[in-house]
């Protein structure tokens, strides 16, 4: 059942300016809708796949992943980063702007997320997780 969601609903922390985080090397962390795992994110992977959105071009199966999202919404970021689940290994792609800015340095905002395991529209019978916000 795959989805799209908001980054803010996922992660916990959606942009990145050099000036005030790269001395901490912070890490964002996203939760899984459907197995509920923590899968952590380091700049250094933003950095990696900044100003790239070749991985649609590389794995088909990304690619029919990401027609998942809405088309007026698949141009909002210039990079696309692939990760996998800590908890199901089910795909996630991470859409983001990557920019530079001369009082910031390098910026990335993440835009959209794109669920493999999304949940959107989907209810599962008899598991309720409790739903801890
Ligand atoms: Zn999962």
Same mark, same amino acid.
């Given at each position: ?21 790269? +001395?901490?090397? !912070?890490?964002?962390?996203?939760? #899984?809708? %459907? ?6 994110? *380091? ?35 210039? +990079?696309?980063? !692939?990760?996998?689940?800590?908890? #199901?290994? %089910? ?6 702007? *990557? ?35």
């Amino acid at each position: 059942m795959s989805g799209w969601a908001a980054p803010r609903t996922r992660f916990s922390k959606t942009s990145f300016n050099a000036k005030h985080d790269w +001395s901490q090397y !912070p890490t964002t962390s996203y939760t #899984c809708p %459907s197995c509920h795992a923590n899968s952590e994110l *380091a700049l250094r992977d933003l950095d990696k796949y900044a100003h790239s959105r070749a991985v649609l071009d590389e794995r088909e199966d990304l690619a029919q992943l990401f027609q998942v999202l809405p088309e007026v919404m698949r141009s909002w970021g210039n +990079s696309i980063l !692939p990760m996998w689940c800590a908890g #199901c290994a %089910s795909p996630v792609l991470i859409l983001y702007d *990557a920019t530079e800015s001369h009082i910031l340095g390098r910026c990335y905002w993440l835009s959209w997320v794109v669920e493999a395991a999304g949940v959107q529209g989907a209810t599962q019978s008899g598991s309720n997780s409790g739903g801890a916000a």
